[in-house]
């Protein structure tokens, strides 16, 4: 079971947030939050509590235990760029790209809980739905139809054939330039 939670428009550069990413990526949540607590880059505060979030979403939304979770993957992508100008000498204006962070963290359990493995698929209605492995397996289902649902399925192809072709009474036409 994993769980996700995402932090957007981090007012830091994505460079020195990944430096702290890199620093807790695929380790416990508890190591991780200790390491986030005794770092001294200012991107551990924010990384801290996102990962706060995400345990408390996998504790909420799916019953998860705090203990039993480690981070799977934490990707820390470039957001939108804002830009400013800065006075220099002879009149000139240097750029200066103030950048933010878009973080996003995937918690996923160390031990499979054996609650969660037992499931078996359902669709929305509730009936059990069959996976199937190869187009055999699909043709073989297909063989079990009704000769009326037959009929009705080859008339439905009939017809997108005709529509597809067109009306057999049109001619093509060909426009050729008028020479002069």
Do not use: C, Y
Not at 142 to 161: A, I, M, P, V, W
Not at 169 to 174: A, E, G, H, L, Q
């Amino acid at each position: 079971m994993e769980t996700t939670a995402k932090l957007r428009h981090l007012r830091m550069s994505p460079r020195k947030v990944r430096l702290v990413a890199d620093a807790i990526r695929g380790i416990n949540v508890e190591q991780a939050l200790a390491r986030l607590k005794f770092s001294d880059k200012r991107a551990a505060h924010p990384l801290a509590k996102l990962l706060n979030s995400a345990i408390a979403n996998a504790q909420h939304n799916q019953d998860l235990k705090r203990d039993n979770l480690l981070i799977k993957e934490i990707r820390v992508d470039q957001g939108p760029v804002l830009k400013r100008w800065r006075a220099r000498a002879f009149g000139r204006a240097a750029a200066i790209q103030k950048k933010t962070s878009h973080i996003s963290i995937v918690l996923a359990e160390i031990k499979p809980s054996k609650e969660k493995a037992g499931k078996k698929k359902e669709d929305k209605t509730g009936q059990e739905v069959k996976i199937v492995k190869s187009l055999d397996e699909v043709k073989e289902i297909g063989q079990n139809k009704t000769k009326e649902e037959k009929e009705e399925l080859s008339q439905q192809e009939r017809s997108h054939f005709e529509r597809s072709q067109g009306p057999k009474t049109t001619k093509r036409r060909f426009f050729s330039r008028k020479s002069g």
